[in-house]
């Protein structure tokens, strides 16, 4: 496998902001302390728009961004796609690149958005990978032979049992939980809070995790998920132990906190039906980002029907 490119930073913008005129990294960088002061964007999104917004100023060296029309904004997407990035991919950065011509106009006295009425090409919507019950239930039956396991069964669990987003879980503290009552009180993207039940299984091993967390801890931490040098875990650490666990769980495919999400959302809607009950337990702003899980629930669903319904048989099937 090859090395994973490093994503371009605004500290990037200030080497092509020289040719595409003069203070644009400035701007650039003024755009994205406003997403994270006033429309208070998570740390992680606005790492993502200073990476897209550096593509936009190597893709436009030599022209200044007041001066770059409709017809450059498609000529970028143009090579971009060529490159072999999907039609979502390109949406996101055309997002990036409006935003920024929307700040400007408001802020900074920019005439125009070359990237209004362009649009990204459409590419098929590929439904999220989920677990099966089943898989689910080997994944996290493992023992908590010492404390890092116990850990990372605490964190799984709970990522599982009320569909945490891995950001969300890196985050908790330990007043987050109220293990009595089995709510956990997320904060999610947008600064919002949200209030989600914890299972009783993830209750049981969380509460154990808990009364041996201050073994663990460096004085002054107040993160409720430790590394083994008493730190808040990253989370690139819980991808890799989750990777590390399944591979000895015997699930195949790749697996991430992400799936647990997934897997989470999934098998509520399954059980309960209920789109909406999910859609505020998940935190997500729009039933529309919901209703991908009813394509699994559908899916699901139909090869329940292909095995069973007689009529659903395949011609050659006796």
Known sequence: MGKRRRPESLSGLNDSSKMSGKGEAELASAYIAYLSTARRLSPLTCESYAHDLGILMNLSRGIALEHLQIHHIRRFLAQLHARGLSGRSLARRLSAWRG??????RHHGHACNPCAGVRAPKSPRALPRTLSPDEALKLLEFDASDLITLRDK????????????LAE??????????????IVRVTGKGNKTRDVPVGSKAVQVVGEWMKQRNALARPGETALF????GRNISRRS???????QAVKQGISGRIHPHVLRHSFASHVLQ????????QEMLGHASISTTQV?????FQHLSKVYDATHP????KNEP
């Open 100 to 105: 920024l011509y929307n700040y400007l106009i």
């Open 154 to 165: 605490a964190m799984f669990e709970l990522c599982y049992s009320s569909g945490l987003r």
């Open 169 to 182: 879980l890196v985050n908790l503290k330990p007043e987050d939980l109220s293990l009595e009552d089995g």
């Open 226 to 229: 430790l590394s083994r040098h």
């Open 238 to 244: 819980i991808d890799q132990r989750l990777k590390i």
């Open 271 to 278: 059980s309960s039906g209920d789109l909406r009950a999910v």
């Open 293 to 297: 899980y009813t394509h699994l629930d």
């Open 311 to 314: 009529r659903a048989r395949k």
